[in-house]
């Protein structure tokens, strides 16, 4: 089946099967849209971090590091020991080869390029088919409320490794941001084949997207089914604070927990092989698949799986 | 003898005589201030690089590479590599380490810290003894007038290896720049011993710390006899374009070339052994010692010499 594809994606895990669907359109050209998070995005040092543009990036170029989970792979980190000998801020890790990245992102942003310029422009000198594209070129800043107050979002979550509890999340900014035009353009294609909510965390990853004035709206209003992936196995998360949040906004730690968030969004929703059948959603169409991505073949099995549900359902 | 030495440097052969000198006064404490020409910083990718600065940090803490000359040894290539493969500017090499030294100090100032402040803060974390001092807080930026019109000085000294001829320079912003307080005080030190002008080029190295205004006059009156070190041995330079501009401004490529443009500014001037004595110069002294710093044992050699020289003038 043909027709365009557009993901939704946030960091390392929702990265993984953005790959796969890469992988999987490879052979039909302008074959996939991936809308990114930027809430995450911060500025460090005086550099403009753009963190899970950079992880759906390195996961398509094939340059993750496959140990760690985040960063590059082959990494060195020179500058980080000189900068901590200087007394530099350290509790965010710069690899020397990812800081290349957001010293010319940075430096491009500071001459006036927007974000999709400069992610356009990354995109080509890493060789990546896809268009990978920011939810706005406007600044979204996710904030997250905890016991002990309102935090900046890299503050929570790697200098404070997510431990403190959440209460709520604020994507600030994003009342007044603009969608990225071909984000939005994308949901609205004739051709649209479906559209994939990756397995990504719905409160920091997929939800600051969802806020973005007009795309809620065009993807409830889009001609293809819109298909999710369960980002929990077993009640846990294969990475990153989803569980833990879902636990401590007294949410269901399982795939249906995360489901439900997306009631009136989704057509379906894909649940690991190893879970049960969750309780029934209504206009939800909950199909079992092999969920964990610990291969790059994973990651273009899960892909197909997706695209077949997809193509099995009616927006 | 005691008392307070005030080195007046350029880049890597300035740098490392006033090494020599930071290791003859090592043992009084407050002995020594370096006032460092500031007129090739420059922005670069959104950094705010000061490369004399640089070179005399890392000669004073033993991290200069001891092989190109410039730059910190044992240094990396990575991100300039992957700031290459991405297209990003790589005209001006950086090194992984050495980056971290630019990283921190563009925080420091963008968060408005003066240069002086963010140079104390890293001679600190570098364990430098001696004072490092900007000539100025102010930005002062060396153009160089060419065959080509006027170039910025890292676009004439790096991106064309001062290839094209010179013809004139300006220092842009002198006029009304500042001069750094500290090295001002210092020059006017009761218990000054000797104001060293280290074997810099003349042109680009010292001449813009003399036009930041009142640090030529205060040379001029200090109590202490002023003693320059020559940049040229047999009709060459050590290092850089010194002797090549010499020729193209037609002055004569010599020591006594480069002493005439200190007369009424000098007591004695520094020619190395293996050169014949200049023809005598109105109120200056000729010295002979072994210039050519190839060792770091040389440069502690040629920094006694320069001190026991100084002792024996009269300001």
Redesign the interface.
Known sequence: MSGHVVALCGGVGGAKLAHGLSMALAAVADSLSIIVNTGDDFQH???SISPDLDSVMYALAGLSDPVKGWGRRDE?W??????R????ESWFQLG??D???H??R??RL?QGATLTAVTA??CK??AIGARILPMSDDPVRTRVLTAEGWMDFQDYFVRHQCQPAVREFMFFGAATAHPQPEALAALKRPDLRAIVICPSNPFVSVEPILAVPGIRAAIQQARAPVVAVTPIIGGKAIKGPAAKMLTELGLDVSAAGVARRYVGLIDGFVVDHSDPAPEPLPGVTFVSAATLMSSVDDRLWLARAVLRAADTLVA
């Open positions: 040092l005086g550099l060195t020179r500058f980080m020991a000189t900068l000998d200087l007394g530099g020397d080869t800081l290349a990245v010293v010319e940075s430096w500071a422009h990354l000198a890493l």
